[in-house]
């Protein structure tokens, strides 16, 4: 039975869970409530054994950081647990500079799939790693935001805090 260690802690975006297997965080997750976040979680990994870690081995203080400035990037191990097709995706994510936004579209074509526009937008979705995967940087064709797991109001954040940065 494979061992998940998890935190939960407040930050400026509501409450972020983090897990992490022995390869490296397997989520990052956004939140308004610390109940509702650790249920998605035992919903998620229902034969795992969930270990409760008040700081995560120390992570949480680099991942409380990274949200507050996630242009500084985050150097924690992730374990990316996923379809090959989302893994790339989420590869491709990680190549937008903090500030910059890309379209789903132009996101599909970056990987070679043009065709696969709804697709990268499911990969999107299925993305557990909130910010070290910054799904948040897609939008829409027409520069609107789109859908965001963690909310609308928090990918807004989250883009406005790195402009802010990158100036």
């Not at 680099?62 to 242009?71: M, R, T």
Request: proline fraction near 5%; include cysteine.
């Amino acid at each position: 039975m494979e061992r998940i260690h998890y935190s939960i802690a407040p930050c400026s975006l509501g409450w972020v869970l983090a897990a992490a297997t022995e390869r490296g965080l397997c989520a990052i997750e956004l939140g308004d409530d610390p109940s509702t976040l650790e249920t998605g979680l035992q919903e998620r990994f229902p034969h795992a054994a969930l270990v409760r870690d008040p700081d995560l081995g120390g992570w949480m203080k680099q991942i409380a950081a990274f949200l507050e400035a996630p242009q500084r990037g985050l150097s924690l191990p992730l374990d990316m647990q996923g379809t090959a097709f989302q893994r790339r995706v989420w590869a491709a994510l990680c190549e937008i500079p903090a500030g910059e936004t890309i379209s789903y579209t132009a996101l599909a074509a970056r990987i070679g799939a043009a065709s696969a526009v709804r697709a990268v937008a499911a990969a999107c979705a299925a993305n557990r790693l909130a910010v070290a995967v910054p799904c948040h940087r897609v939008v829409r064709k027409d520069g609107e935001l789109g859908g965001y797991r963690w909310g609308l109001e928090r990918k807004r954040r989250l883009l406005e805090r790195e402009r802010r940065a990158i100036r």
